[in-house]
């Protein structure tokens, strides 16, 4: 909640800080520009909103992302018109992979919008509505604000933002922000109430169902992060005891040091014991579970869509029947108190093959030892961020620390999005220790917000993965064409270049390398990491492969 005192008038830009403060928001992502400057020197002035200067605003954009992945709300300030247009990609990120920020847009004074005046950063044809309209495809609410409803159209923004759980757009004329508004009478009420006649309807429809089943699993996935049911889903499976997997995308939704966690689900690619307890359980219970081509084998499930019980944001369903108005966390608070009343136990699953690490040597380094290695070292306290590619399909099906966490984009899947994500992460809660995968042809298009993560003093460990360009691009098609090469960069130079001050800096070209460079990481907790680890370009994951050959098939590509 936010400590600034609230002031009969307030200023337009006021109450909007203070709306954000009170969503857990402290810090402010993007790039000046003169339609904004004013406004800015509010945000400077606010006790509680650090203004964080990013190099472009794409990069504000992946970095608010990060941030409300975190907290859960972020928060990005653009220039009208140049400024949103190079935010909105990592807009449509937030959107396909439902994550709550707003992204604030100062646009000229109201009145050259009434003169139609030919002012810079637009068109040259008067409309000064454009790029709201592009951004009303990429959002779940926007508002144009003016004096007269600003206050309410800023709530009502928000709320939508946080109902569900997708980014939203306000667009500011500069002489609107300074508007005196009433301050706020009550705080956010985001959220309508549960249905509670078809919340009954459900618990007395899953009631016969789980009394009946031979096997119960459960399968979980991100959308139980993205609307705030991780609780409610910890609770479930400790009173059940199922056995219980995630979608990659939803990794460490779930404790993965559990006995009962059986592994990422990936369909028809997933380690045999993954896919026998999902696909042959009696009843499958999915949680929050959004099926894609990138997180499910290529649609290779091998359970029945129209069975069990599945439990959306807003709606549960017992063998396709849908019940709606149930909230996903409701939902599993029902089931808890259903499965303790049943006394409905499940024995646990069959021990995971324990396989131990290879030691290590001074052979060439291999993705496989990557991933594992990685694993190794994550810690309680470690968020692991990996870019889709290589590193994203190589990491994803092992198993990190108990109280780990993971962000990855396998949905949008917009190369470099990692990078200034972790800049989010990091702000977002400096309790955590982020750790960065991530392909050198993905870190071209971003690495520029090293610099931002260097100036606010951030000591992440940043894994760069050094193999001659576009390994993930070469697995589907064009194993030596040139289009998937990149050029070769000088790595170790540029954290120095960019800003870096007392960086770690490391190389690793064999196992023994890298276990001594993640070692060394480890203990250097109050610098910069930077380590880069070497590869041959045609060393992929299996499962990168096998999702190759199916994105082949649909995309007509030929072998």
């Known amino acids: 909640m936010s400590s600034q005192p609230l002031v009969a008038p307030m200023t337009v830009t006021d109450y909007l800080l203070h709306r954000l403060s009170s969503l857990g928001v402290k810090h402010l992502f993007g790039v000046p520009g003169d339609y904004n400057l004013a406004l800015l020197d509010t945000v400077l002035a606010h006790p509680d909103m650090e203004w964080v200067g990013t190099a472009n605003e794409l990069g504000a954009a992946y970095a608010a992302d990060g941030y409300a992945r975190t907290v859960g709300f972020g928060a990005l300030l653009t220039t009208f018109g140049v400024g949103e247009l190079s935010a909105i990609n990592g807009v449509a990120g937030s959107y396909a992979e439902c994550v709550p920020l707003v992204h604030i847009a100062v646009s000229a004074t109201q009145a050259m919008e009434r003169a139609g005046a030919i002012v810079h950063h637009t068109a040259g044809d008067g409309d000064f509505e454009r790029f709201a309209r592009a951004h009303a495809q990429v959002t779940c609410a926007h508002a144009v604000l003016r004096p007269d409803n600003a206050a309410e ?303 606010h003093g951030l000591t992440p460990i940043i894994i760069l993965v050094n193999n001659g360009g576009y390994t993930v691009e070469r697995v589907i098609h064009g194993a030596r064409a040139s289009y998937n090469d990149i050029g070769a960069w000088n790595w170790a130079a540029l954290p120095a270049a960019l800003g870096v001050r007392n960086g770690l800096i490391l190389g690793a070209h064999t196992a023994r390398e890298l276990d001594d460079a993640l070692t060394q990481a480890g203990r250097a907790s109050d610098r910069l990491v930077f380590i880069e680890a070497f590869t041959d370009m045609d060393d992929a994951p299996e499962l990168l492969a096998k999702i190759a050959a199916g994105v082949r098939t649909r995309n007509g590509i030929p072998d």
């Not at 699993?217 to 991100?222: G, R």
């Not at 995971?352 to 993705?367: E, F």
């Not at 470099?416 to 400096?430: I, K, R, S, V």
């Open 153 to 455: 159209e800023i709530d009502r923004v928000l709320s939508t933002a946080i109902r569900e759980s997708r980014p939203v757009y306000l667009r500011l004329p500069a002489d609107v922000a300074s508007a005196p508004v009433s301050p706020p009478r009550a705080p956010l009420a985001p959220n309508d109430a549960p249905n509670e006649t078809n919340v009954a309807a459900f618990l007395a429809a899953a009631r016969p169902r789980l009394r009946a089943a031979s096997s119960v699993a459960v399968l979980a996935d991100f959308l139980v992060d993205r609307f705030g049911a991780r609780d409610q889903l910890a609770r479930f499976l400790a009173a059940g005891g199922f056995p219980h997997a995630t979608l990659s995308m939803g990794k460490t939704v779930v404790d993965e040091g559990n006995p009962r966690f059986v592994g990422v689900y990936t369909g028809a690619f997933s380690e045999p014991r993954t896919r026998l307890v999902i696909d042959e359980a009696n009843l499958l219970i999915r949680a929050g579970v959004l099926l894609a081509d990138t997180t499910s084998g290529g649609f290779t499930q091998g359970f029945d869509l129209e069975s069990g019980i599945d439990l959306g944001p807003t709606t549960a369903a017992v063998d396709g029947k849908v019940f709606e108005n149930v909230p996903l966390a409701t939902a599993l608070a029902g089931l808890t108190e259903l499965v303790t009343e049943l006394r409905i136990t499940s024995g646990a699953p069959a021990e995971a093959p324990v396989s131990a690490r290879r030691p290590a040597t001074d052979g060439p380094l291999t993705q496989s030892y990557l991933w594992d290695a990685v694993a190794a070292a994550t810690r309680p306290t470690t968020t692991l961020l990996a870019e889709q590619g290589t590193s994203f399909f190589g990491i994803c099906t092992r198993r990190l620390a108990s109280g780990a966490r993971f962000i990855g984009q396998p949905l949008w899947g917009s190369i470099g999005y990692t990078l200034p994500a972790l800049l989010g992460a990091q702000l977002a809660d400096p309790s955590r220790r982020c750790v960065l995968l991530i392909g050198d042809g993905s870190a071209q298009l971003t690495i520029q917000e090293l610099g931002t993560i260097a100036r």
